[in-house]
């Protein structure tokens, strides 16, 4: 086999400088950045699954059988304070199949704990189990930086560069020339053709139909890695730029004195409201649907000593997407309002930002566009692979 | 045949390749830390069953800030994340010599995240040192709360980057020392100075 002539293969008639310098780009930045690119996407399509696969091991806890009427909150704040306990805060899921999570602390002891309680009947179903957590965070830390701290972090940043160059080459050899028969190739897979034919095709055609969704969780991905890619998808979406952001300015910025203002009425509140007794859950999560009146999993955290507010979040899911979008509202001991931040209220490069994670790993629309990811960074991992082999075709 | 082992021999160099490097151990190292502490075999058997059961509320307490979509609230999660450590290490210390709860403590310190403020006992001693009224004394909190929560708001842009956290960290601690100098006399100014001048972004520390 001659190497040398594969990897500098001469212009073909008719081709293209354009298209022959994409291909030559295409064959060896593939080469070089294959094998990260598989760890990448392989690592990435099993940790979009981390979700489910944490309540299917803990299924006992987490899915319990629905009946006509829920408990109400009280139910569980006055079984849990007959056993000297204290709630702390509160998650209660939008689907009605799903368990309450409640963490709780011993009064005396101070010891914290956090189950699983069915809303119907009441029970209390223990606490869950995290060993999938270790494993995760492996292949976590394998998808960030190869298991090689600083050093892989980078090294897997410019690979995902050179990848995202890759799809954009590869898009420019896929274009089909105007014949029928070229351009209902470059579409469609022919499933009934010999192995190299498929191989061909599984690499050309879903690469294709990929693209677009590999394109933005690779920029979601560096997005994390770059500032530079931070500052222009930040600016490109009206906000600014991360050195603007880290600029030292004298005395208090605008932000940083309205948050001032919001903490010293929390000072006085800790204060003022050391003696009022605090209200119900129950009207907490009344007062709640008052202001958010969308279904959503809500999650309360109780005042303490230190924090005198209850902090409540909702996830609003009524949008045409079915995107998670969180909603934050505080109110006192009282019941008053106190704050609320409405995500739709804020300017769309903070909604960016917020969700730039659910973006990158898929749970932004829950467990349909986890799937979805799942499938198209099982194609990533599989174009490495069906390249290589049509490389090898050519070289044996 | 041929290509199918060409491929599988591929793919198990990249996995060799990427699992063969030193792997950094996420999260707290306790076998290296019993062996630090160099436990008799009661010890061990306690320090297991502890740090055993202190890790599974520290998994419970993120999964119930994080479960269904939840975004996790930064301050209350490393705020309690405080509290299960303090108790844990009030635990640990019922069985531990001197020695090794100094080693343990100096471990613990070196390894576990901070809450990014200045903590109880700092501000306690700026009260009593400084002589704070009670307004400054709530514009002492309300700076320290404001300082907490500005760098957290900002962590989905710094994530993963020390140094870019490092410059977020020194741009709110100049407005979180300015809100509280603001209350100062010159004197309980420069005294304050001296109190917070070790405190440091979590890359310099």
Redesign the interface.
């Known amino acids: 086999m001659n190497v040398k002539k594969i990897l500098l293969r001469k212009r073909r008639k008719k081709e293209s400088l354009f298209k022959y310098i994409s291909g030559l780009l295409h064959l060896w930045l593939g080469l070089l950045s294959s094998l990260v690119i598989l760890v990448v996407c392989l690592t990435g399509c099993m940790y979009a699954f981390k979700n489910q696969i944490n309540d299917f091991q803990n299924r006992n806890q987490v899915f319990i059988e629905t009946k006509s009427e829920k408990l109400p909150l009280s139910y569980f704040e006055d079984k849990l304070k007959k056993e000297n306990q204290q709630i702390n805060s509160i998650l209660i899921p939008k689907n009605p199949s799903r368990s309450v999570v409640i963490s709780f602390f011993d009064i005396d002891s101070k010891n914290i704990q956090t189950h699983y309680f069915n809303p119907y009947t009441g029970e209390d179903l223990g606490s869950g189990n995290g060993n999938f957590d270790g494993f995760f965070n492996t292949v976590e830390a394998l998808h960030k930086n190869l298991l090689m701290g600083d050093v892989g972090k980078q090294i897997v940043g410019v690979f995902v560069l050179v990848f995202i160059f890759m799809l954009l080459s590869g898009l420019v050899l896929w274009w089909p020339k105007r014949k029928k028969k070229l351009v209902k190739q470059a579409f469609t897979i022919k499933w009934k053709a010999k192995f190299y034919r498929i191989n061909y095709d599984l690499h050309n055609t879903l690469g294709f139909y990929s693209l677009a969704f590999l394109l933005f969780i690779s920029v979601t991905g560096i997005y994390i890695t770059y500032p530079w890619v931070k500052t222009v998808v930040l600016v490109s979406l009206g906000g600014e730029s991360i050195s603007e952001q880290t600029q030292s300015q004298e005395g208090v910025s605008d932000s940083f004195a309205n948050l001032m203002d919001e903490m010293l009425k929390k000072e006085n509140e800790k204060i003022d409201q050391v003696a009022i007794k605090q209200i119900p859950l129950d009207s907490i999560l009344y007062l709640t649907q008052k202001e958010l009146s969308y279904p959503g999993t809500t999650t309360i955290l109780l005042p303490d000593e230190k924090e005198p507010r209850y902090r409540i979040q909702k996830i609003n899911t009524s949008n045409w997407l079915g995107a998670m979008l969180p909603d934050i509202i505080d109110f006192d001991r009282n019941g008053e309002l106190k704050r609320s931040d409405l995500f739709i209220n804020k300017p769309l490069h903070q909604q960016f930002k917020e969700l730039s994670n659910p973006l990158h790993t898929g749970e932004i629309m829950g467990t349909p566009s986890v799937i979805l990811y799942f499938l198209i960074t099982l194609i990533g991992f599989s174009l490495p692979i069906t390249g290589f082999v049509i490389w090898w075709k050519k070289v044996k | 045949m041929k ?1 199918t082992f ?2 599988t021999a ?2 198990g ?3 060799l ?3 063969g ?4 151990k ?2 707290l190292d306790y076998d290296k830390l019993k062996q630090e502490l160099a436990l008799n075999s009661e010890q061990a058997q306690k320090f297991d069953a502890l740090t055993a059961n202190y890790k ?2 520290m ?3 993120k ?3 994080t ?5 996790l ?1 930064r301050v ?1 999660f490393f ?2 994340m405080e ?2 450590y303090q ?1 844990q290490t009030a635990e640990i210390a019922s069985f531990l010599d001197e020695n090794q709860l100094k080693t343990y403590n100096a471990f613990m310190s070196k390894n576990t995240r901070k809450r990014q403020r200045y903590n109880d006992e700092l501000l306690a001693t700026i009260k009593t040192n400084l002589e704070l009224n009670e307004e400054q004394a ?2 002492l ?3 320290n ?2 300082f907490e ?2 760098f957290y708001d ?1 962590h ?2 710094y ?3 020390s140094e ?1 956290a490092a ?2 960290w ?3 601690d ?2 979180r020392k ?2 509280i100098e ?1 209350t100062l006399s010159e004197k309980q100014i420069m005294e304050f100075r001296e109190l917070v001048k070790k405190e440091k972004s979590p890359s310099e520390k």
Do not use: P
């Open positions: 290509n060409l491929i591929f793919t160099i990249l996995l390749a990427s699992c490097k030193e792997q950094k996420r999260g599974q509320i998994q419970e307490n999964a119930a800030n479960s269904e979509g939840g975004q609230n209350a705020s309690k509290e299960i108790k709530k514009v909190e309300a700076a709360n404001a929560k500005e900002a989905d842009i994530h993963g980057n870019l410059e977020y020194r741009k709110y100049n407005q300015s809100a603001s």
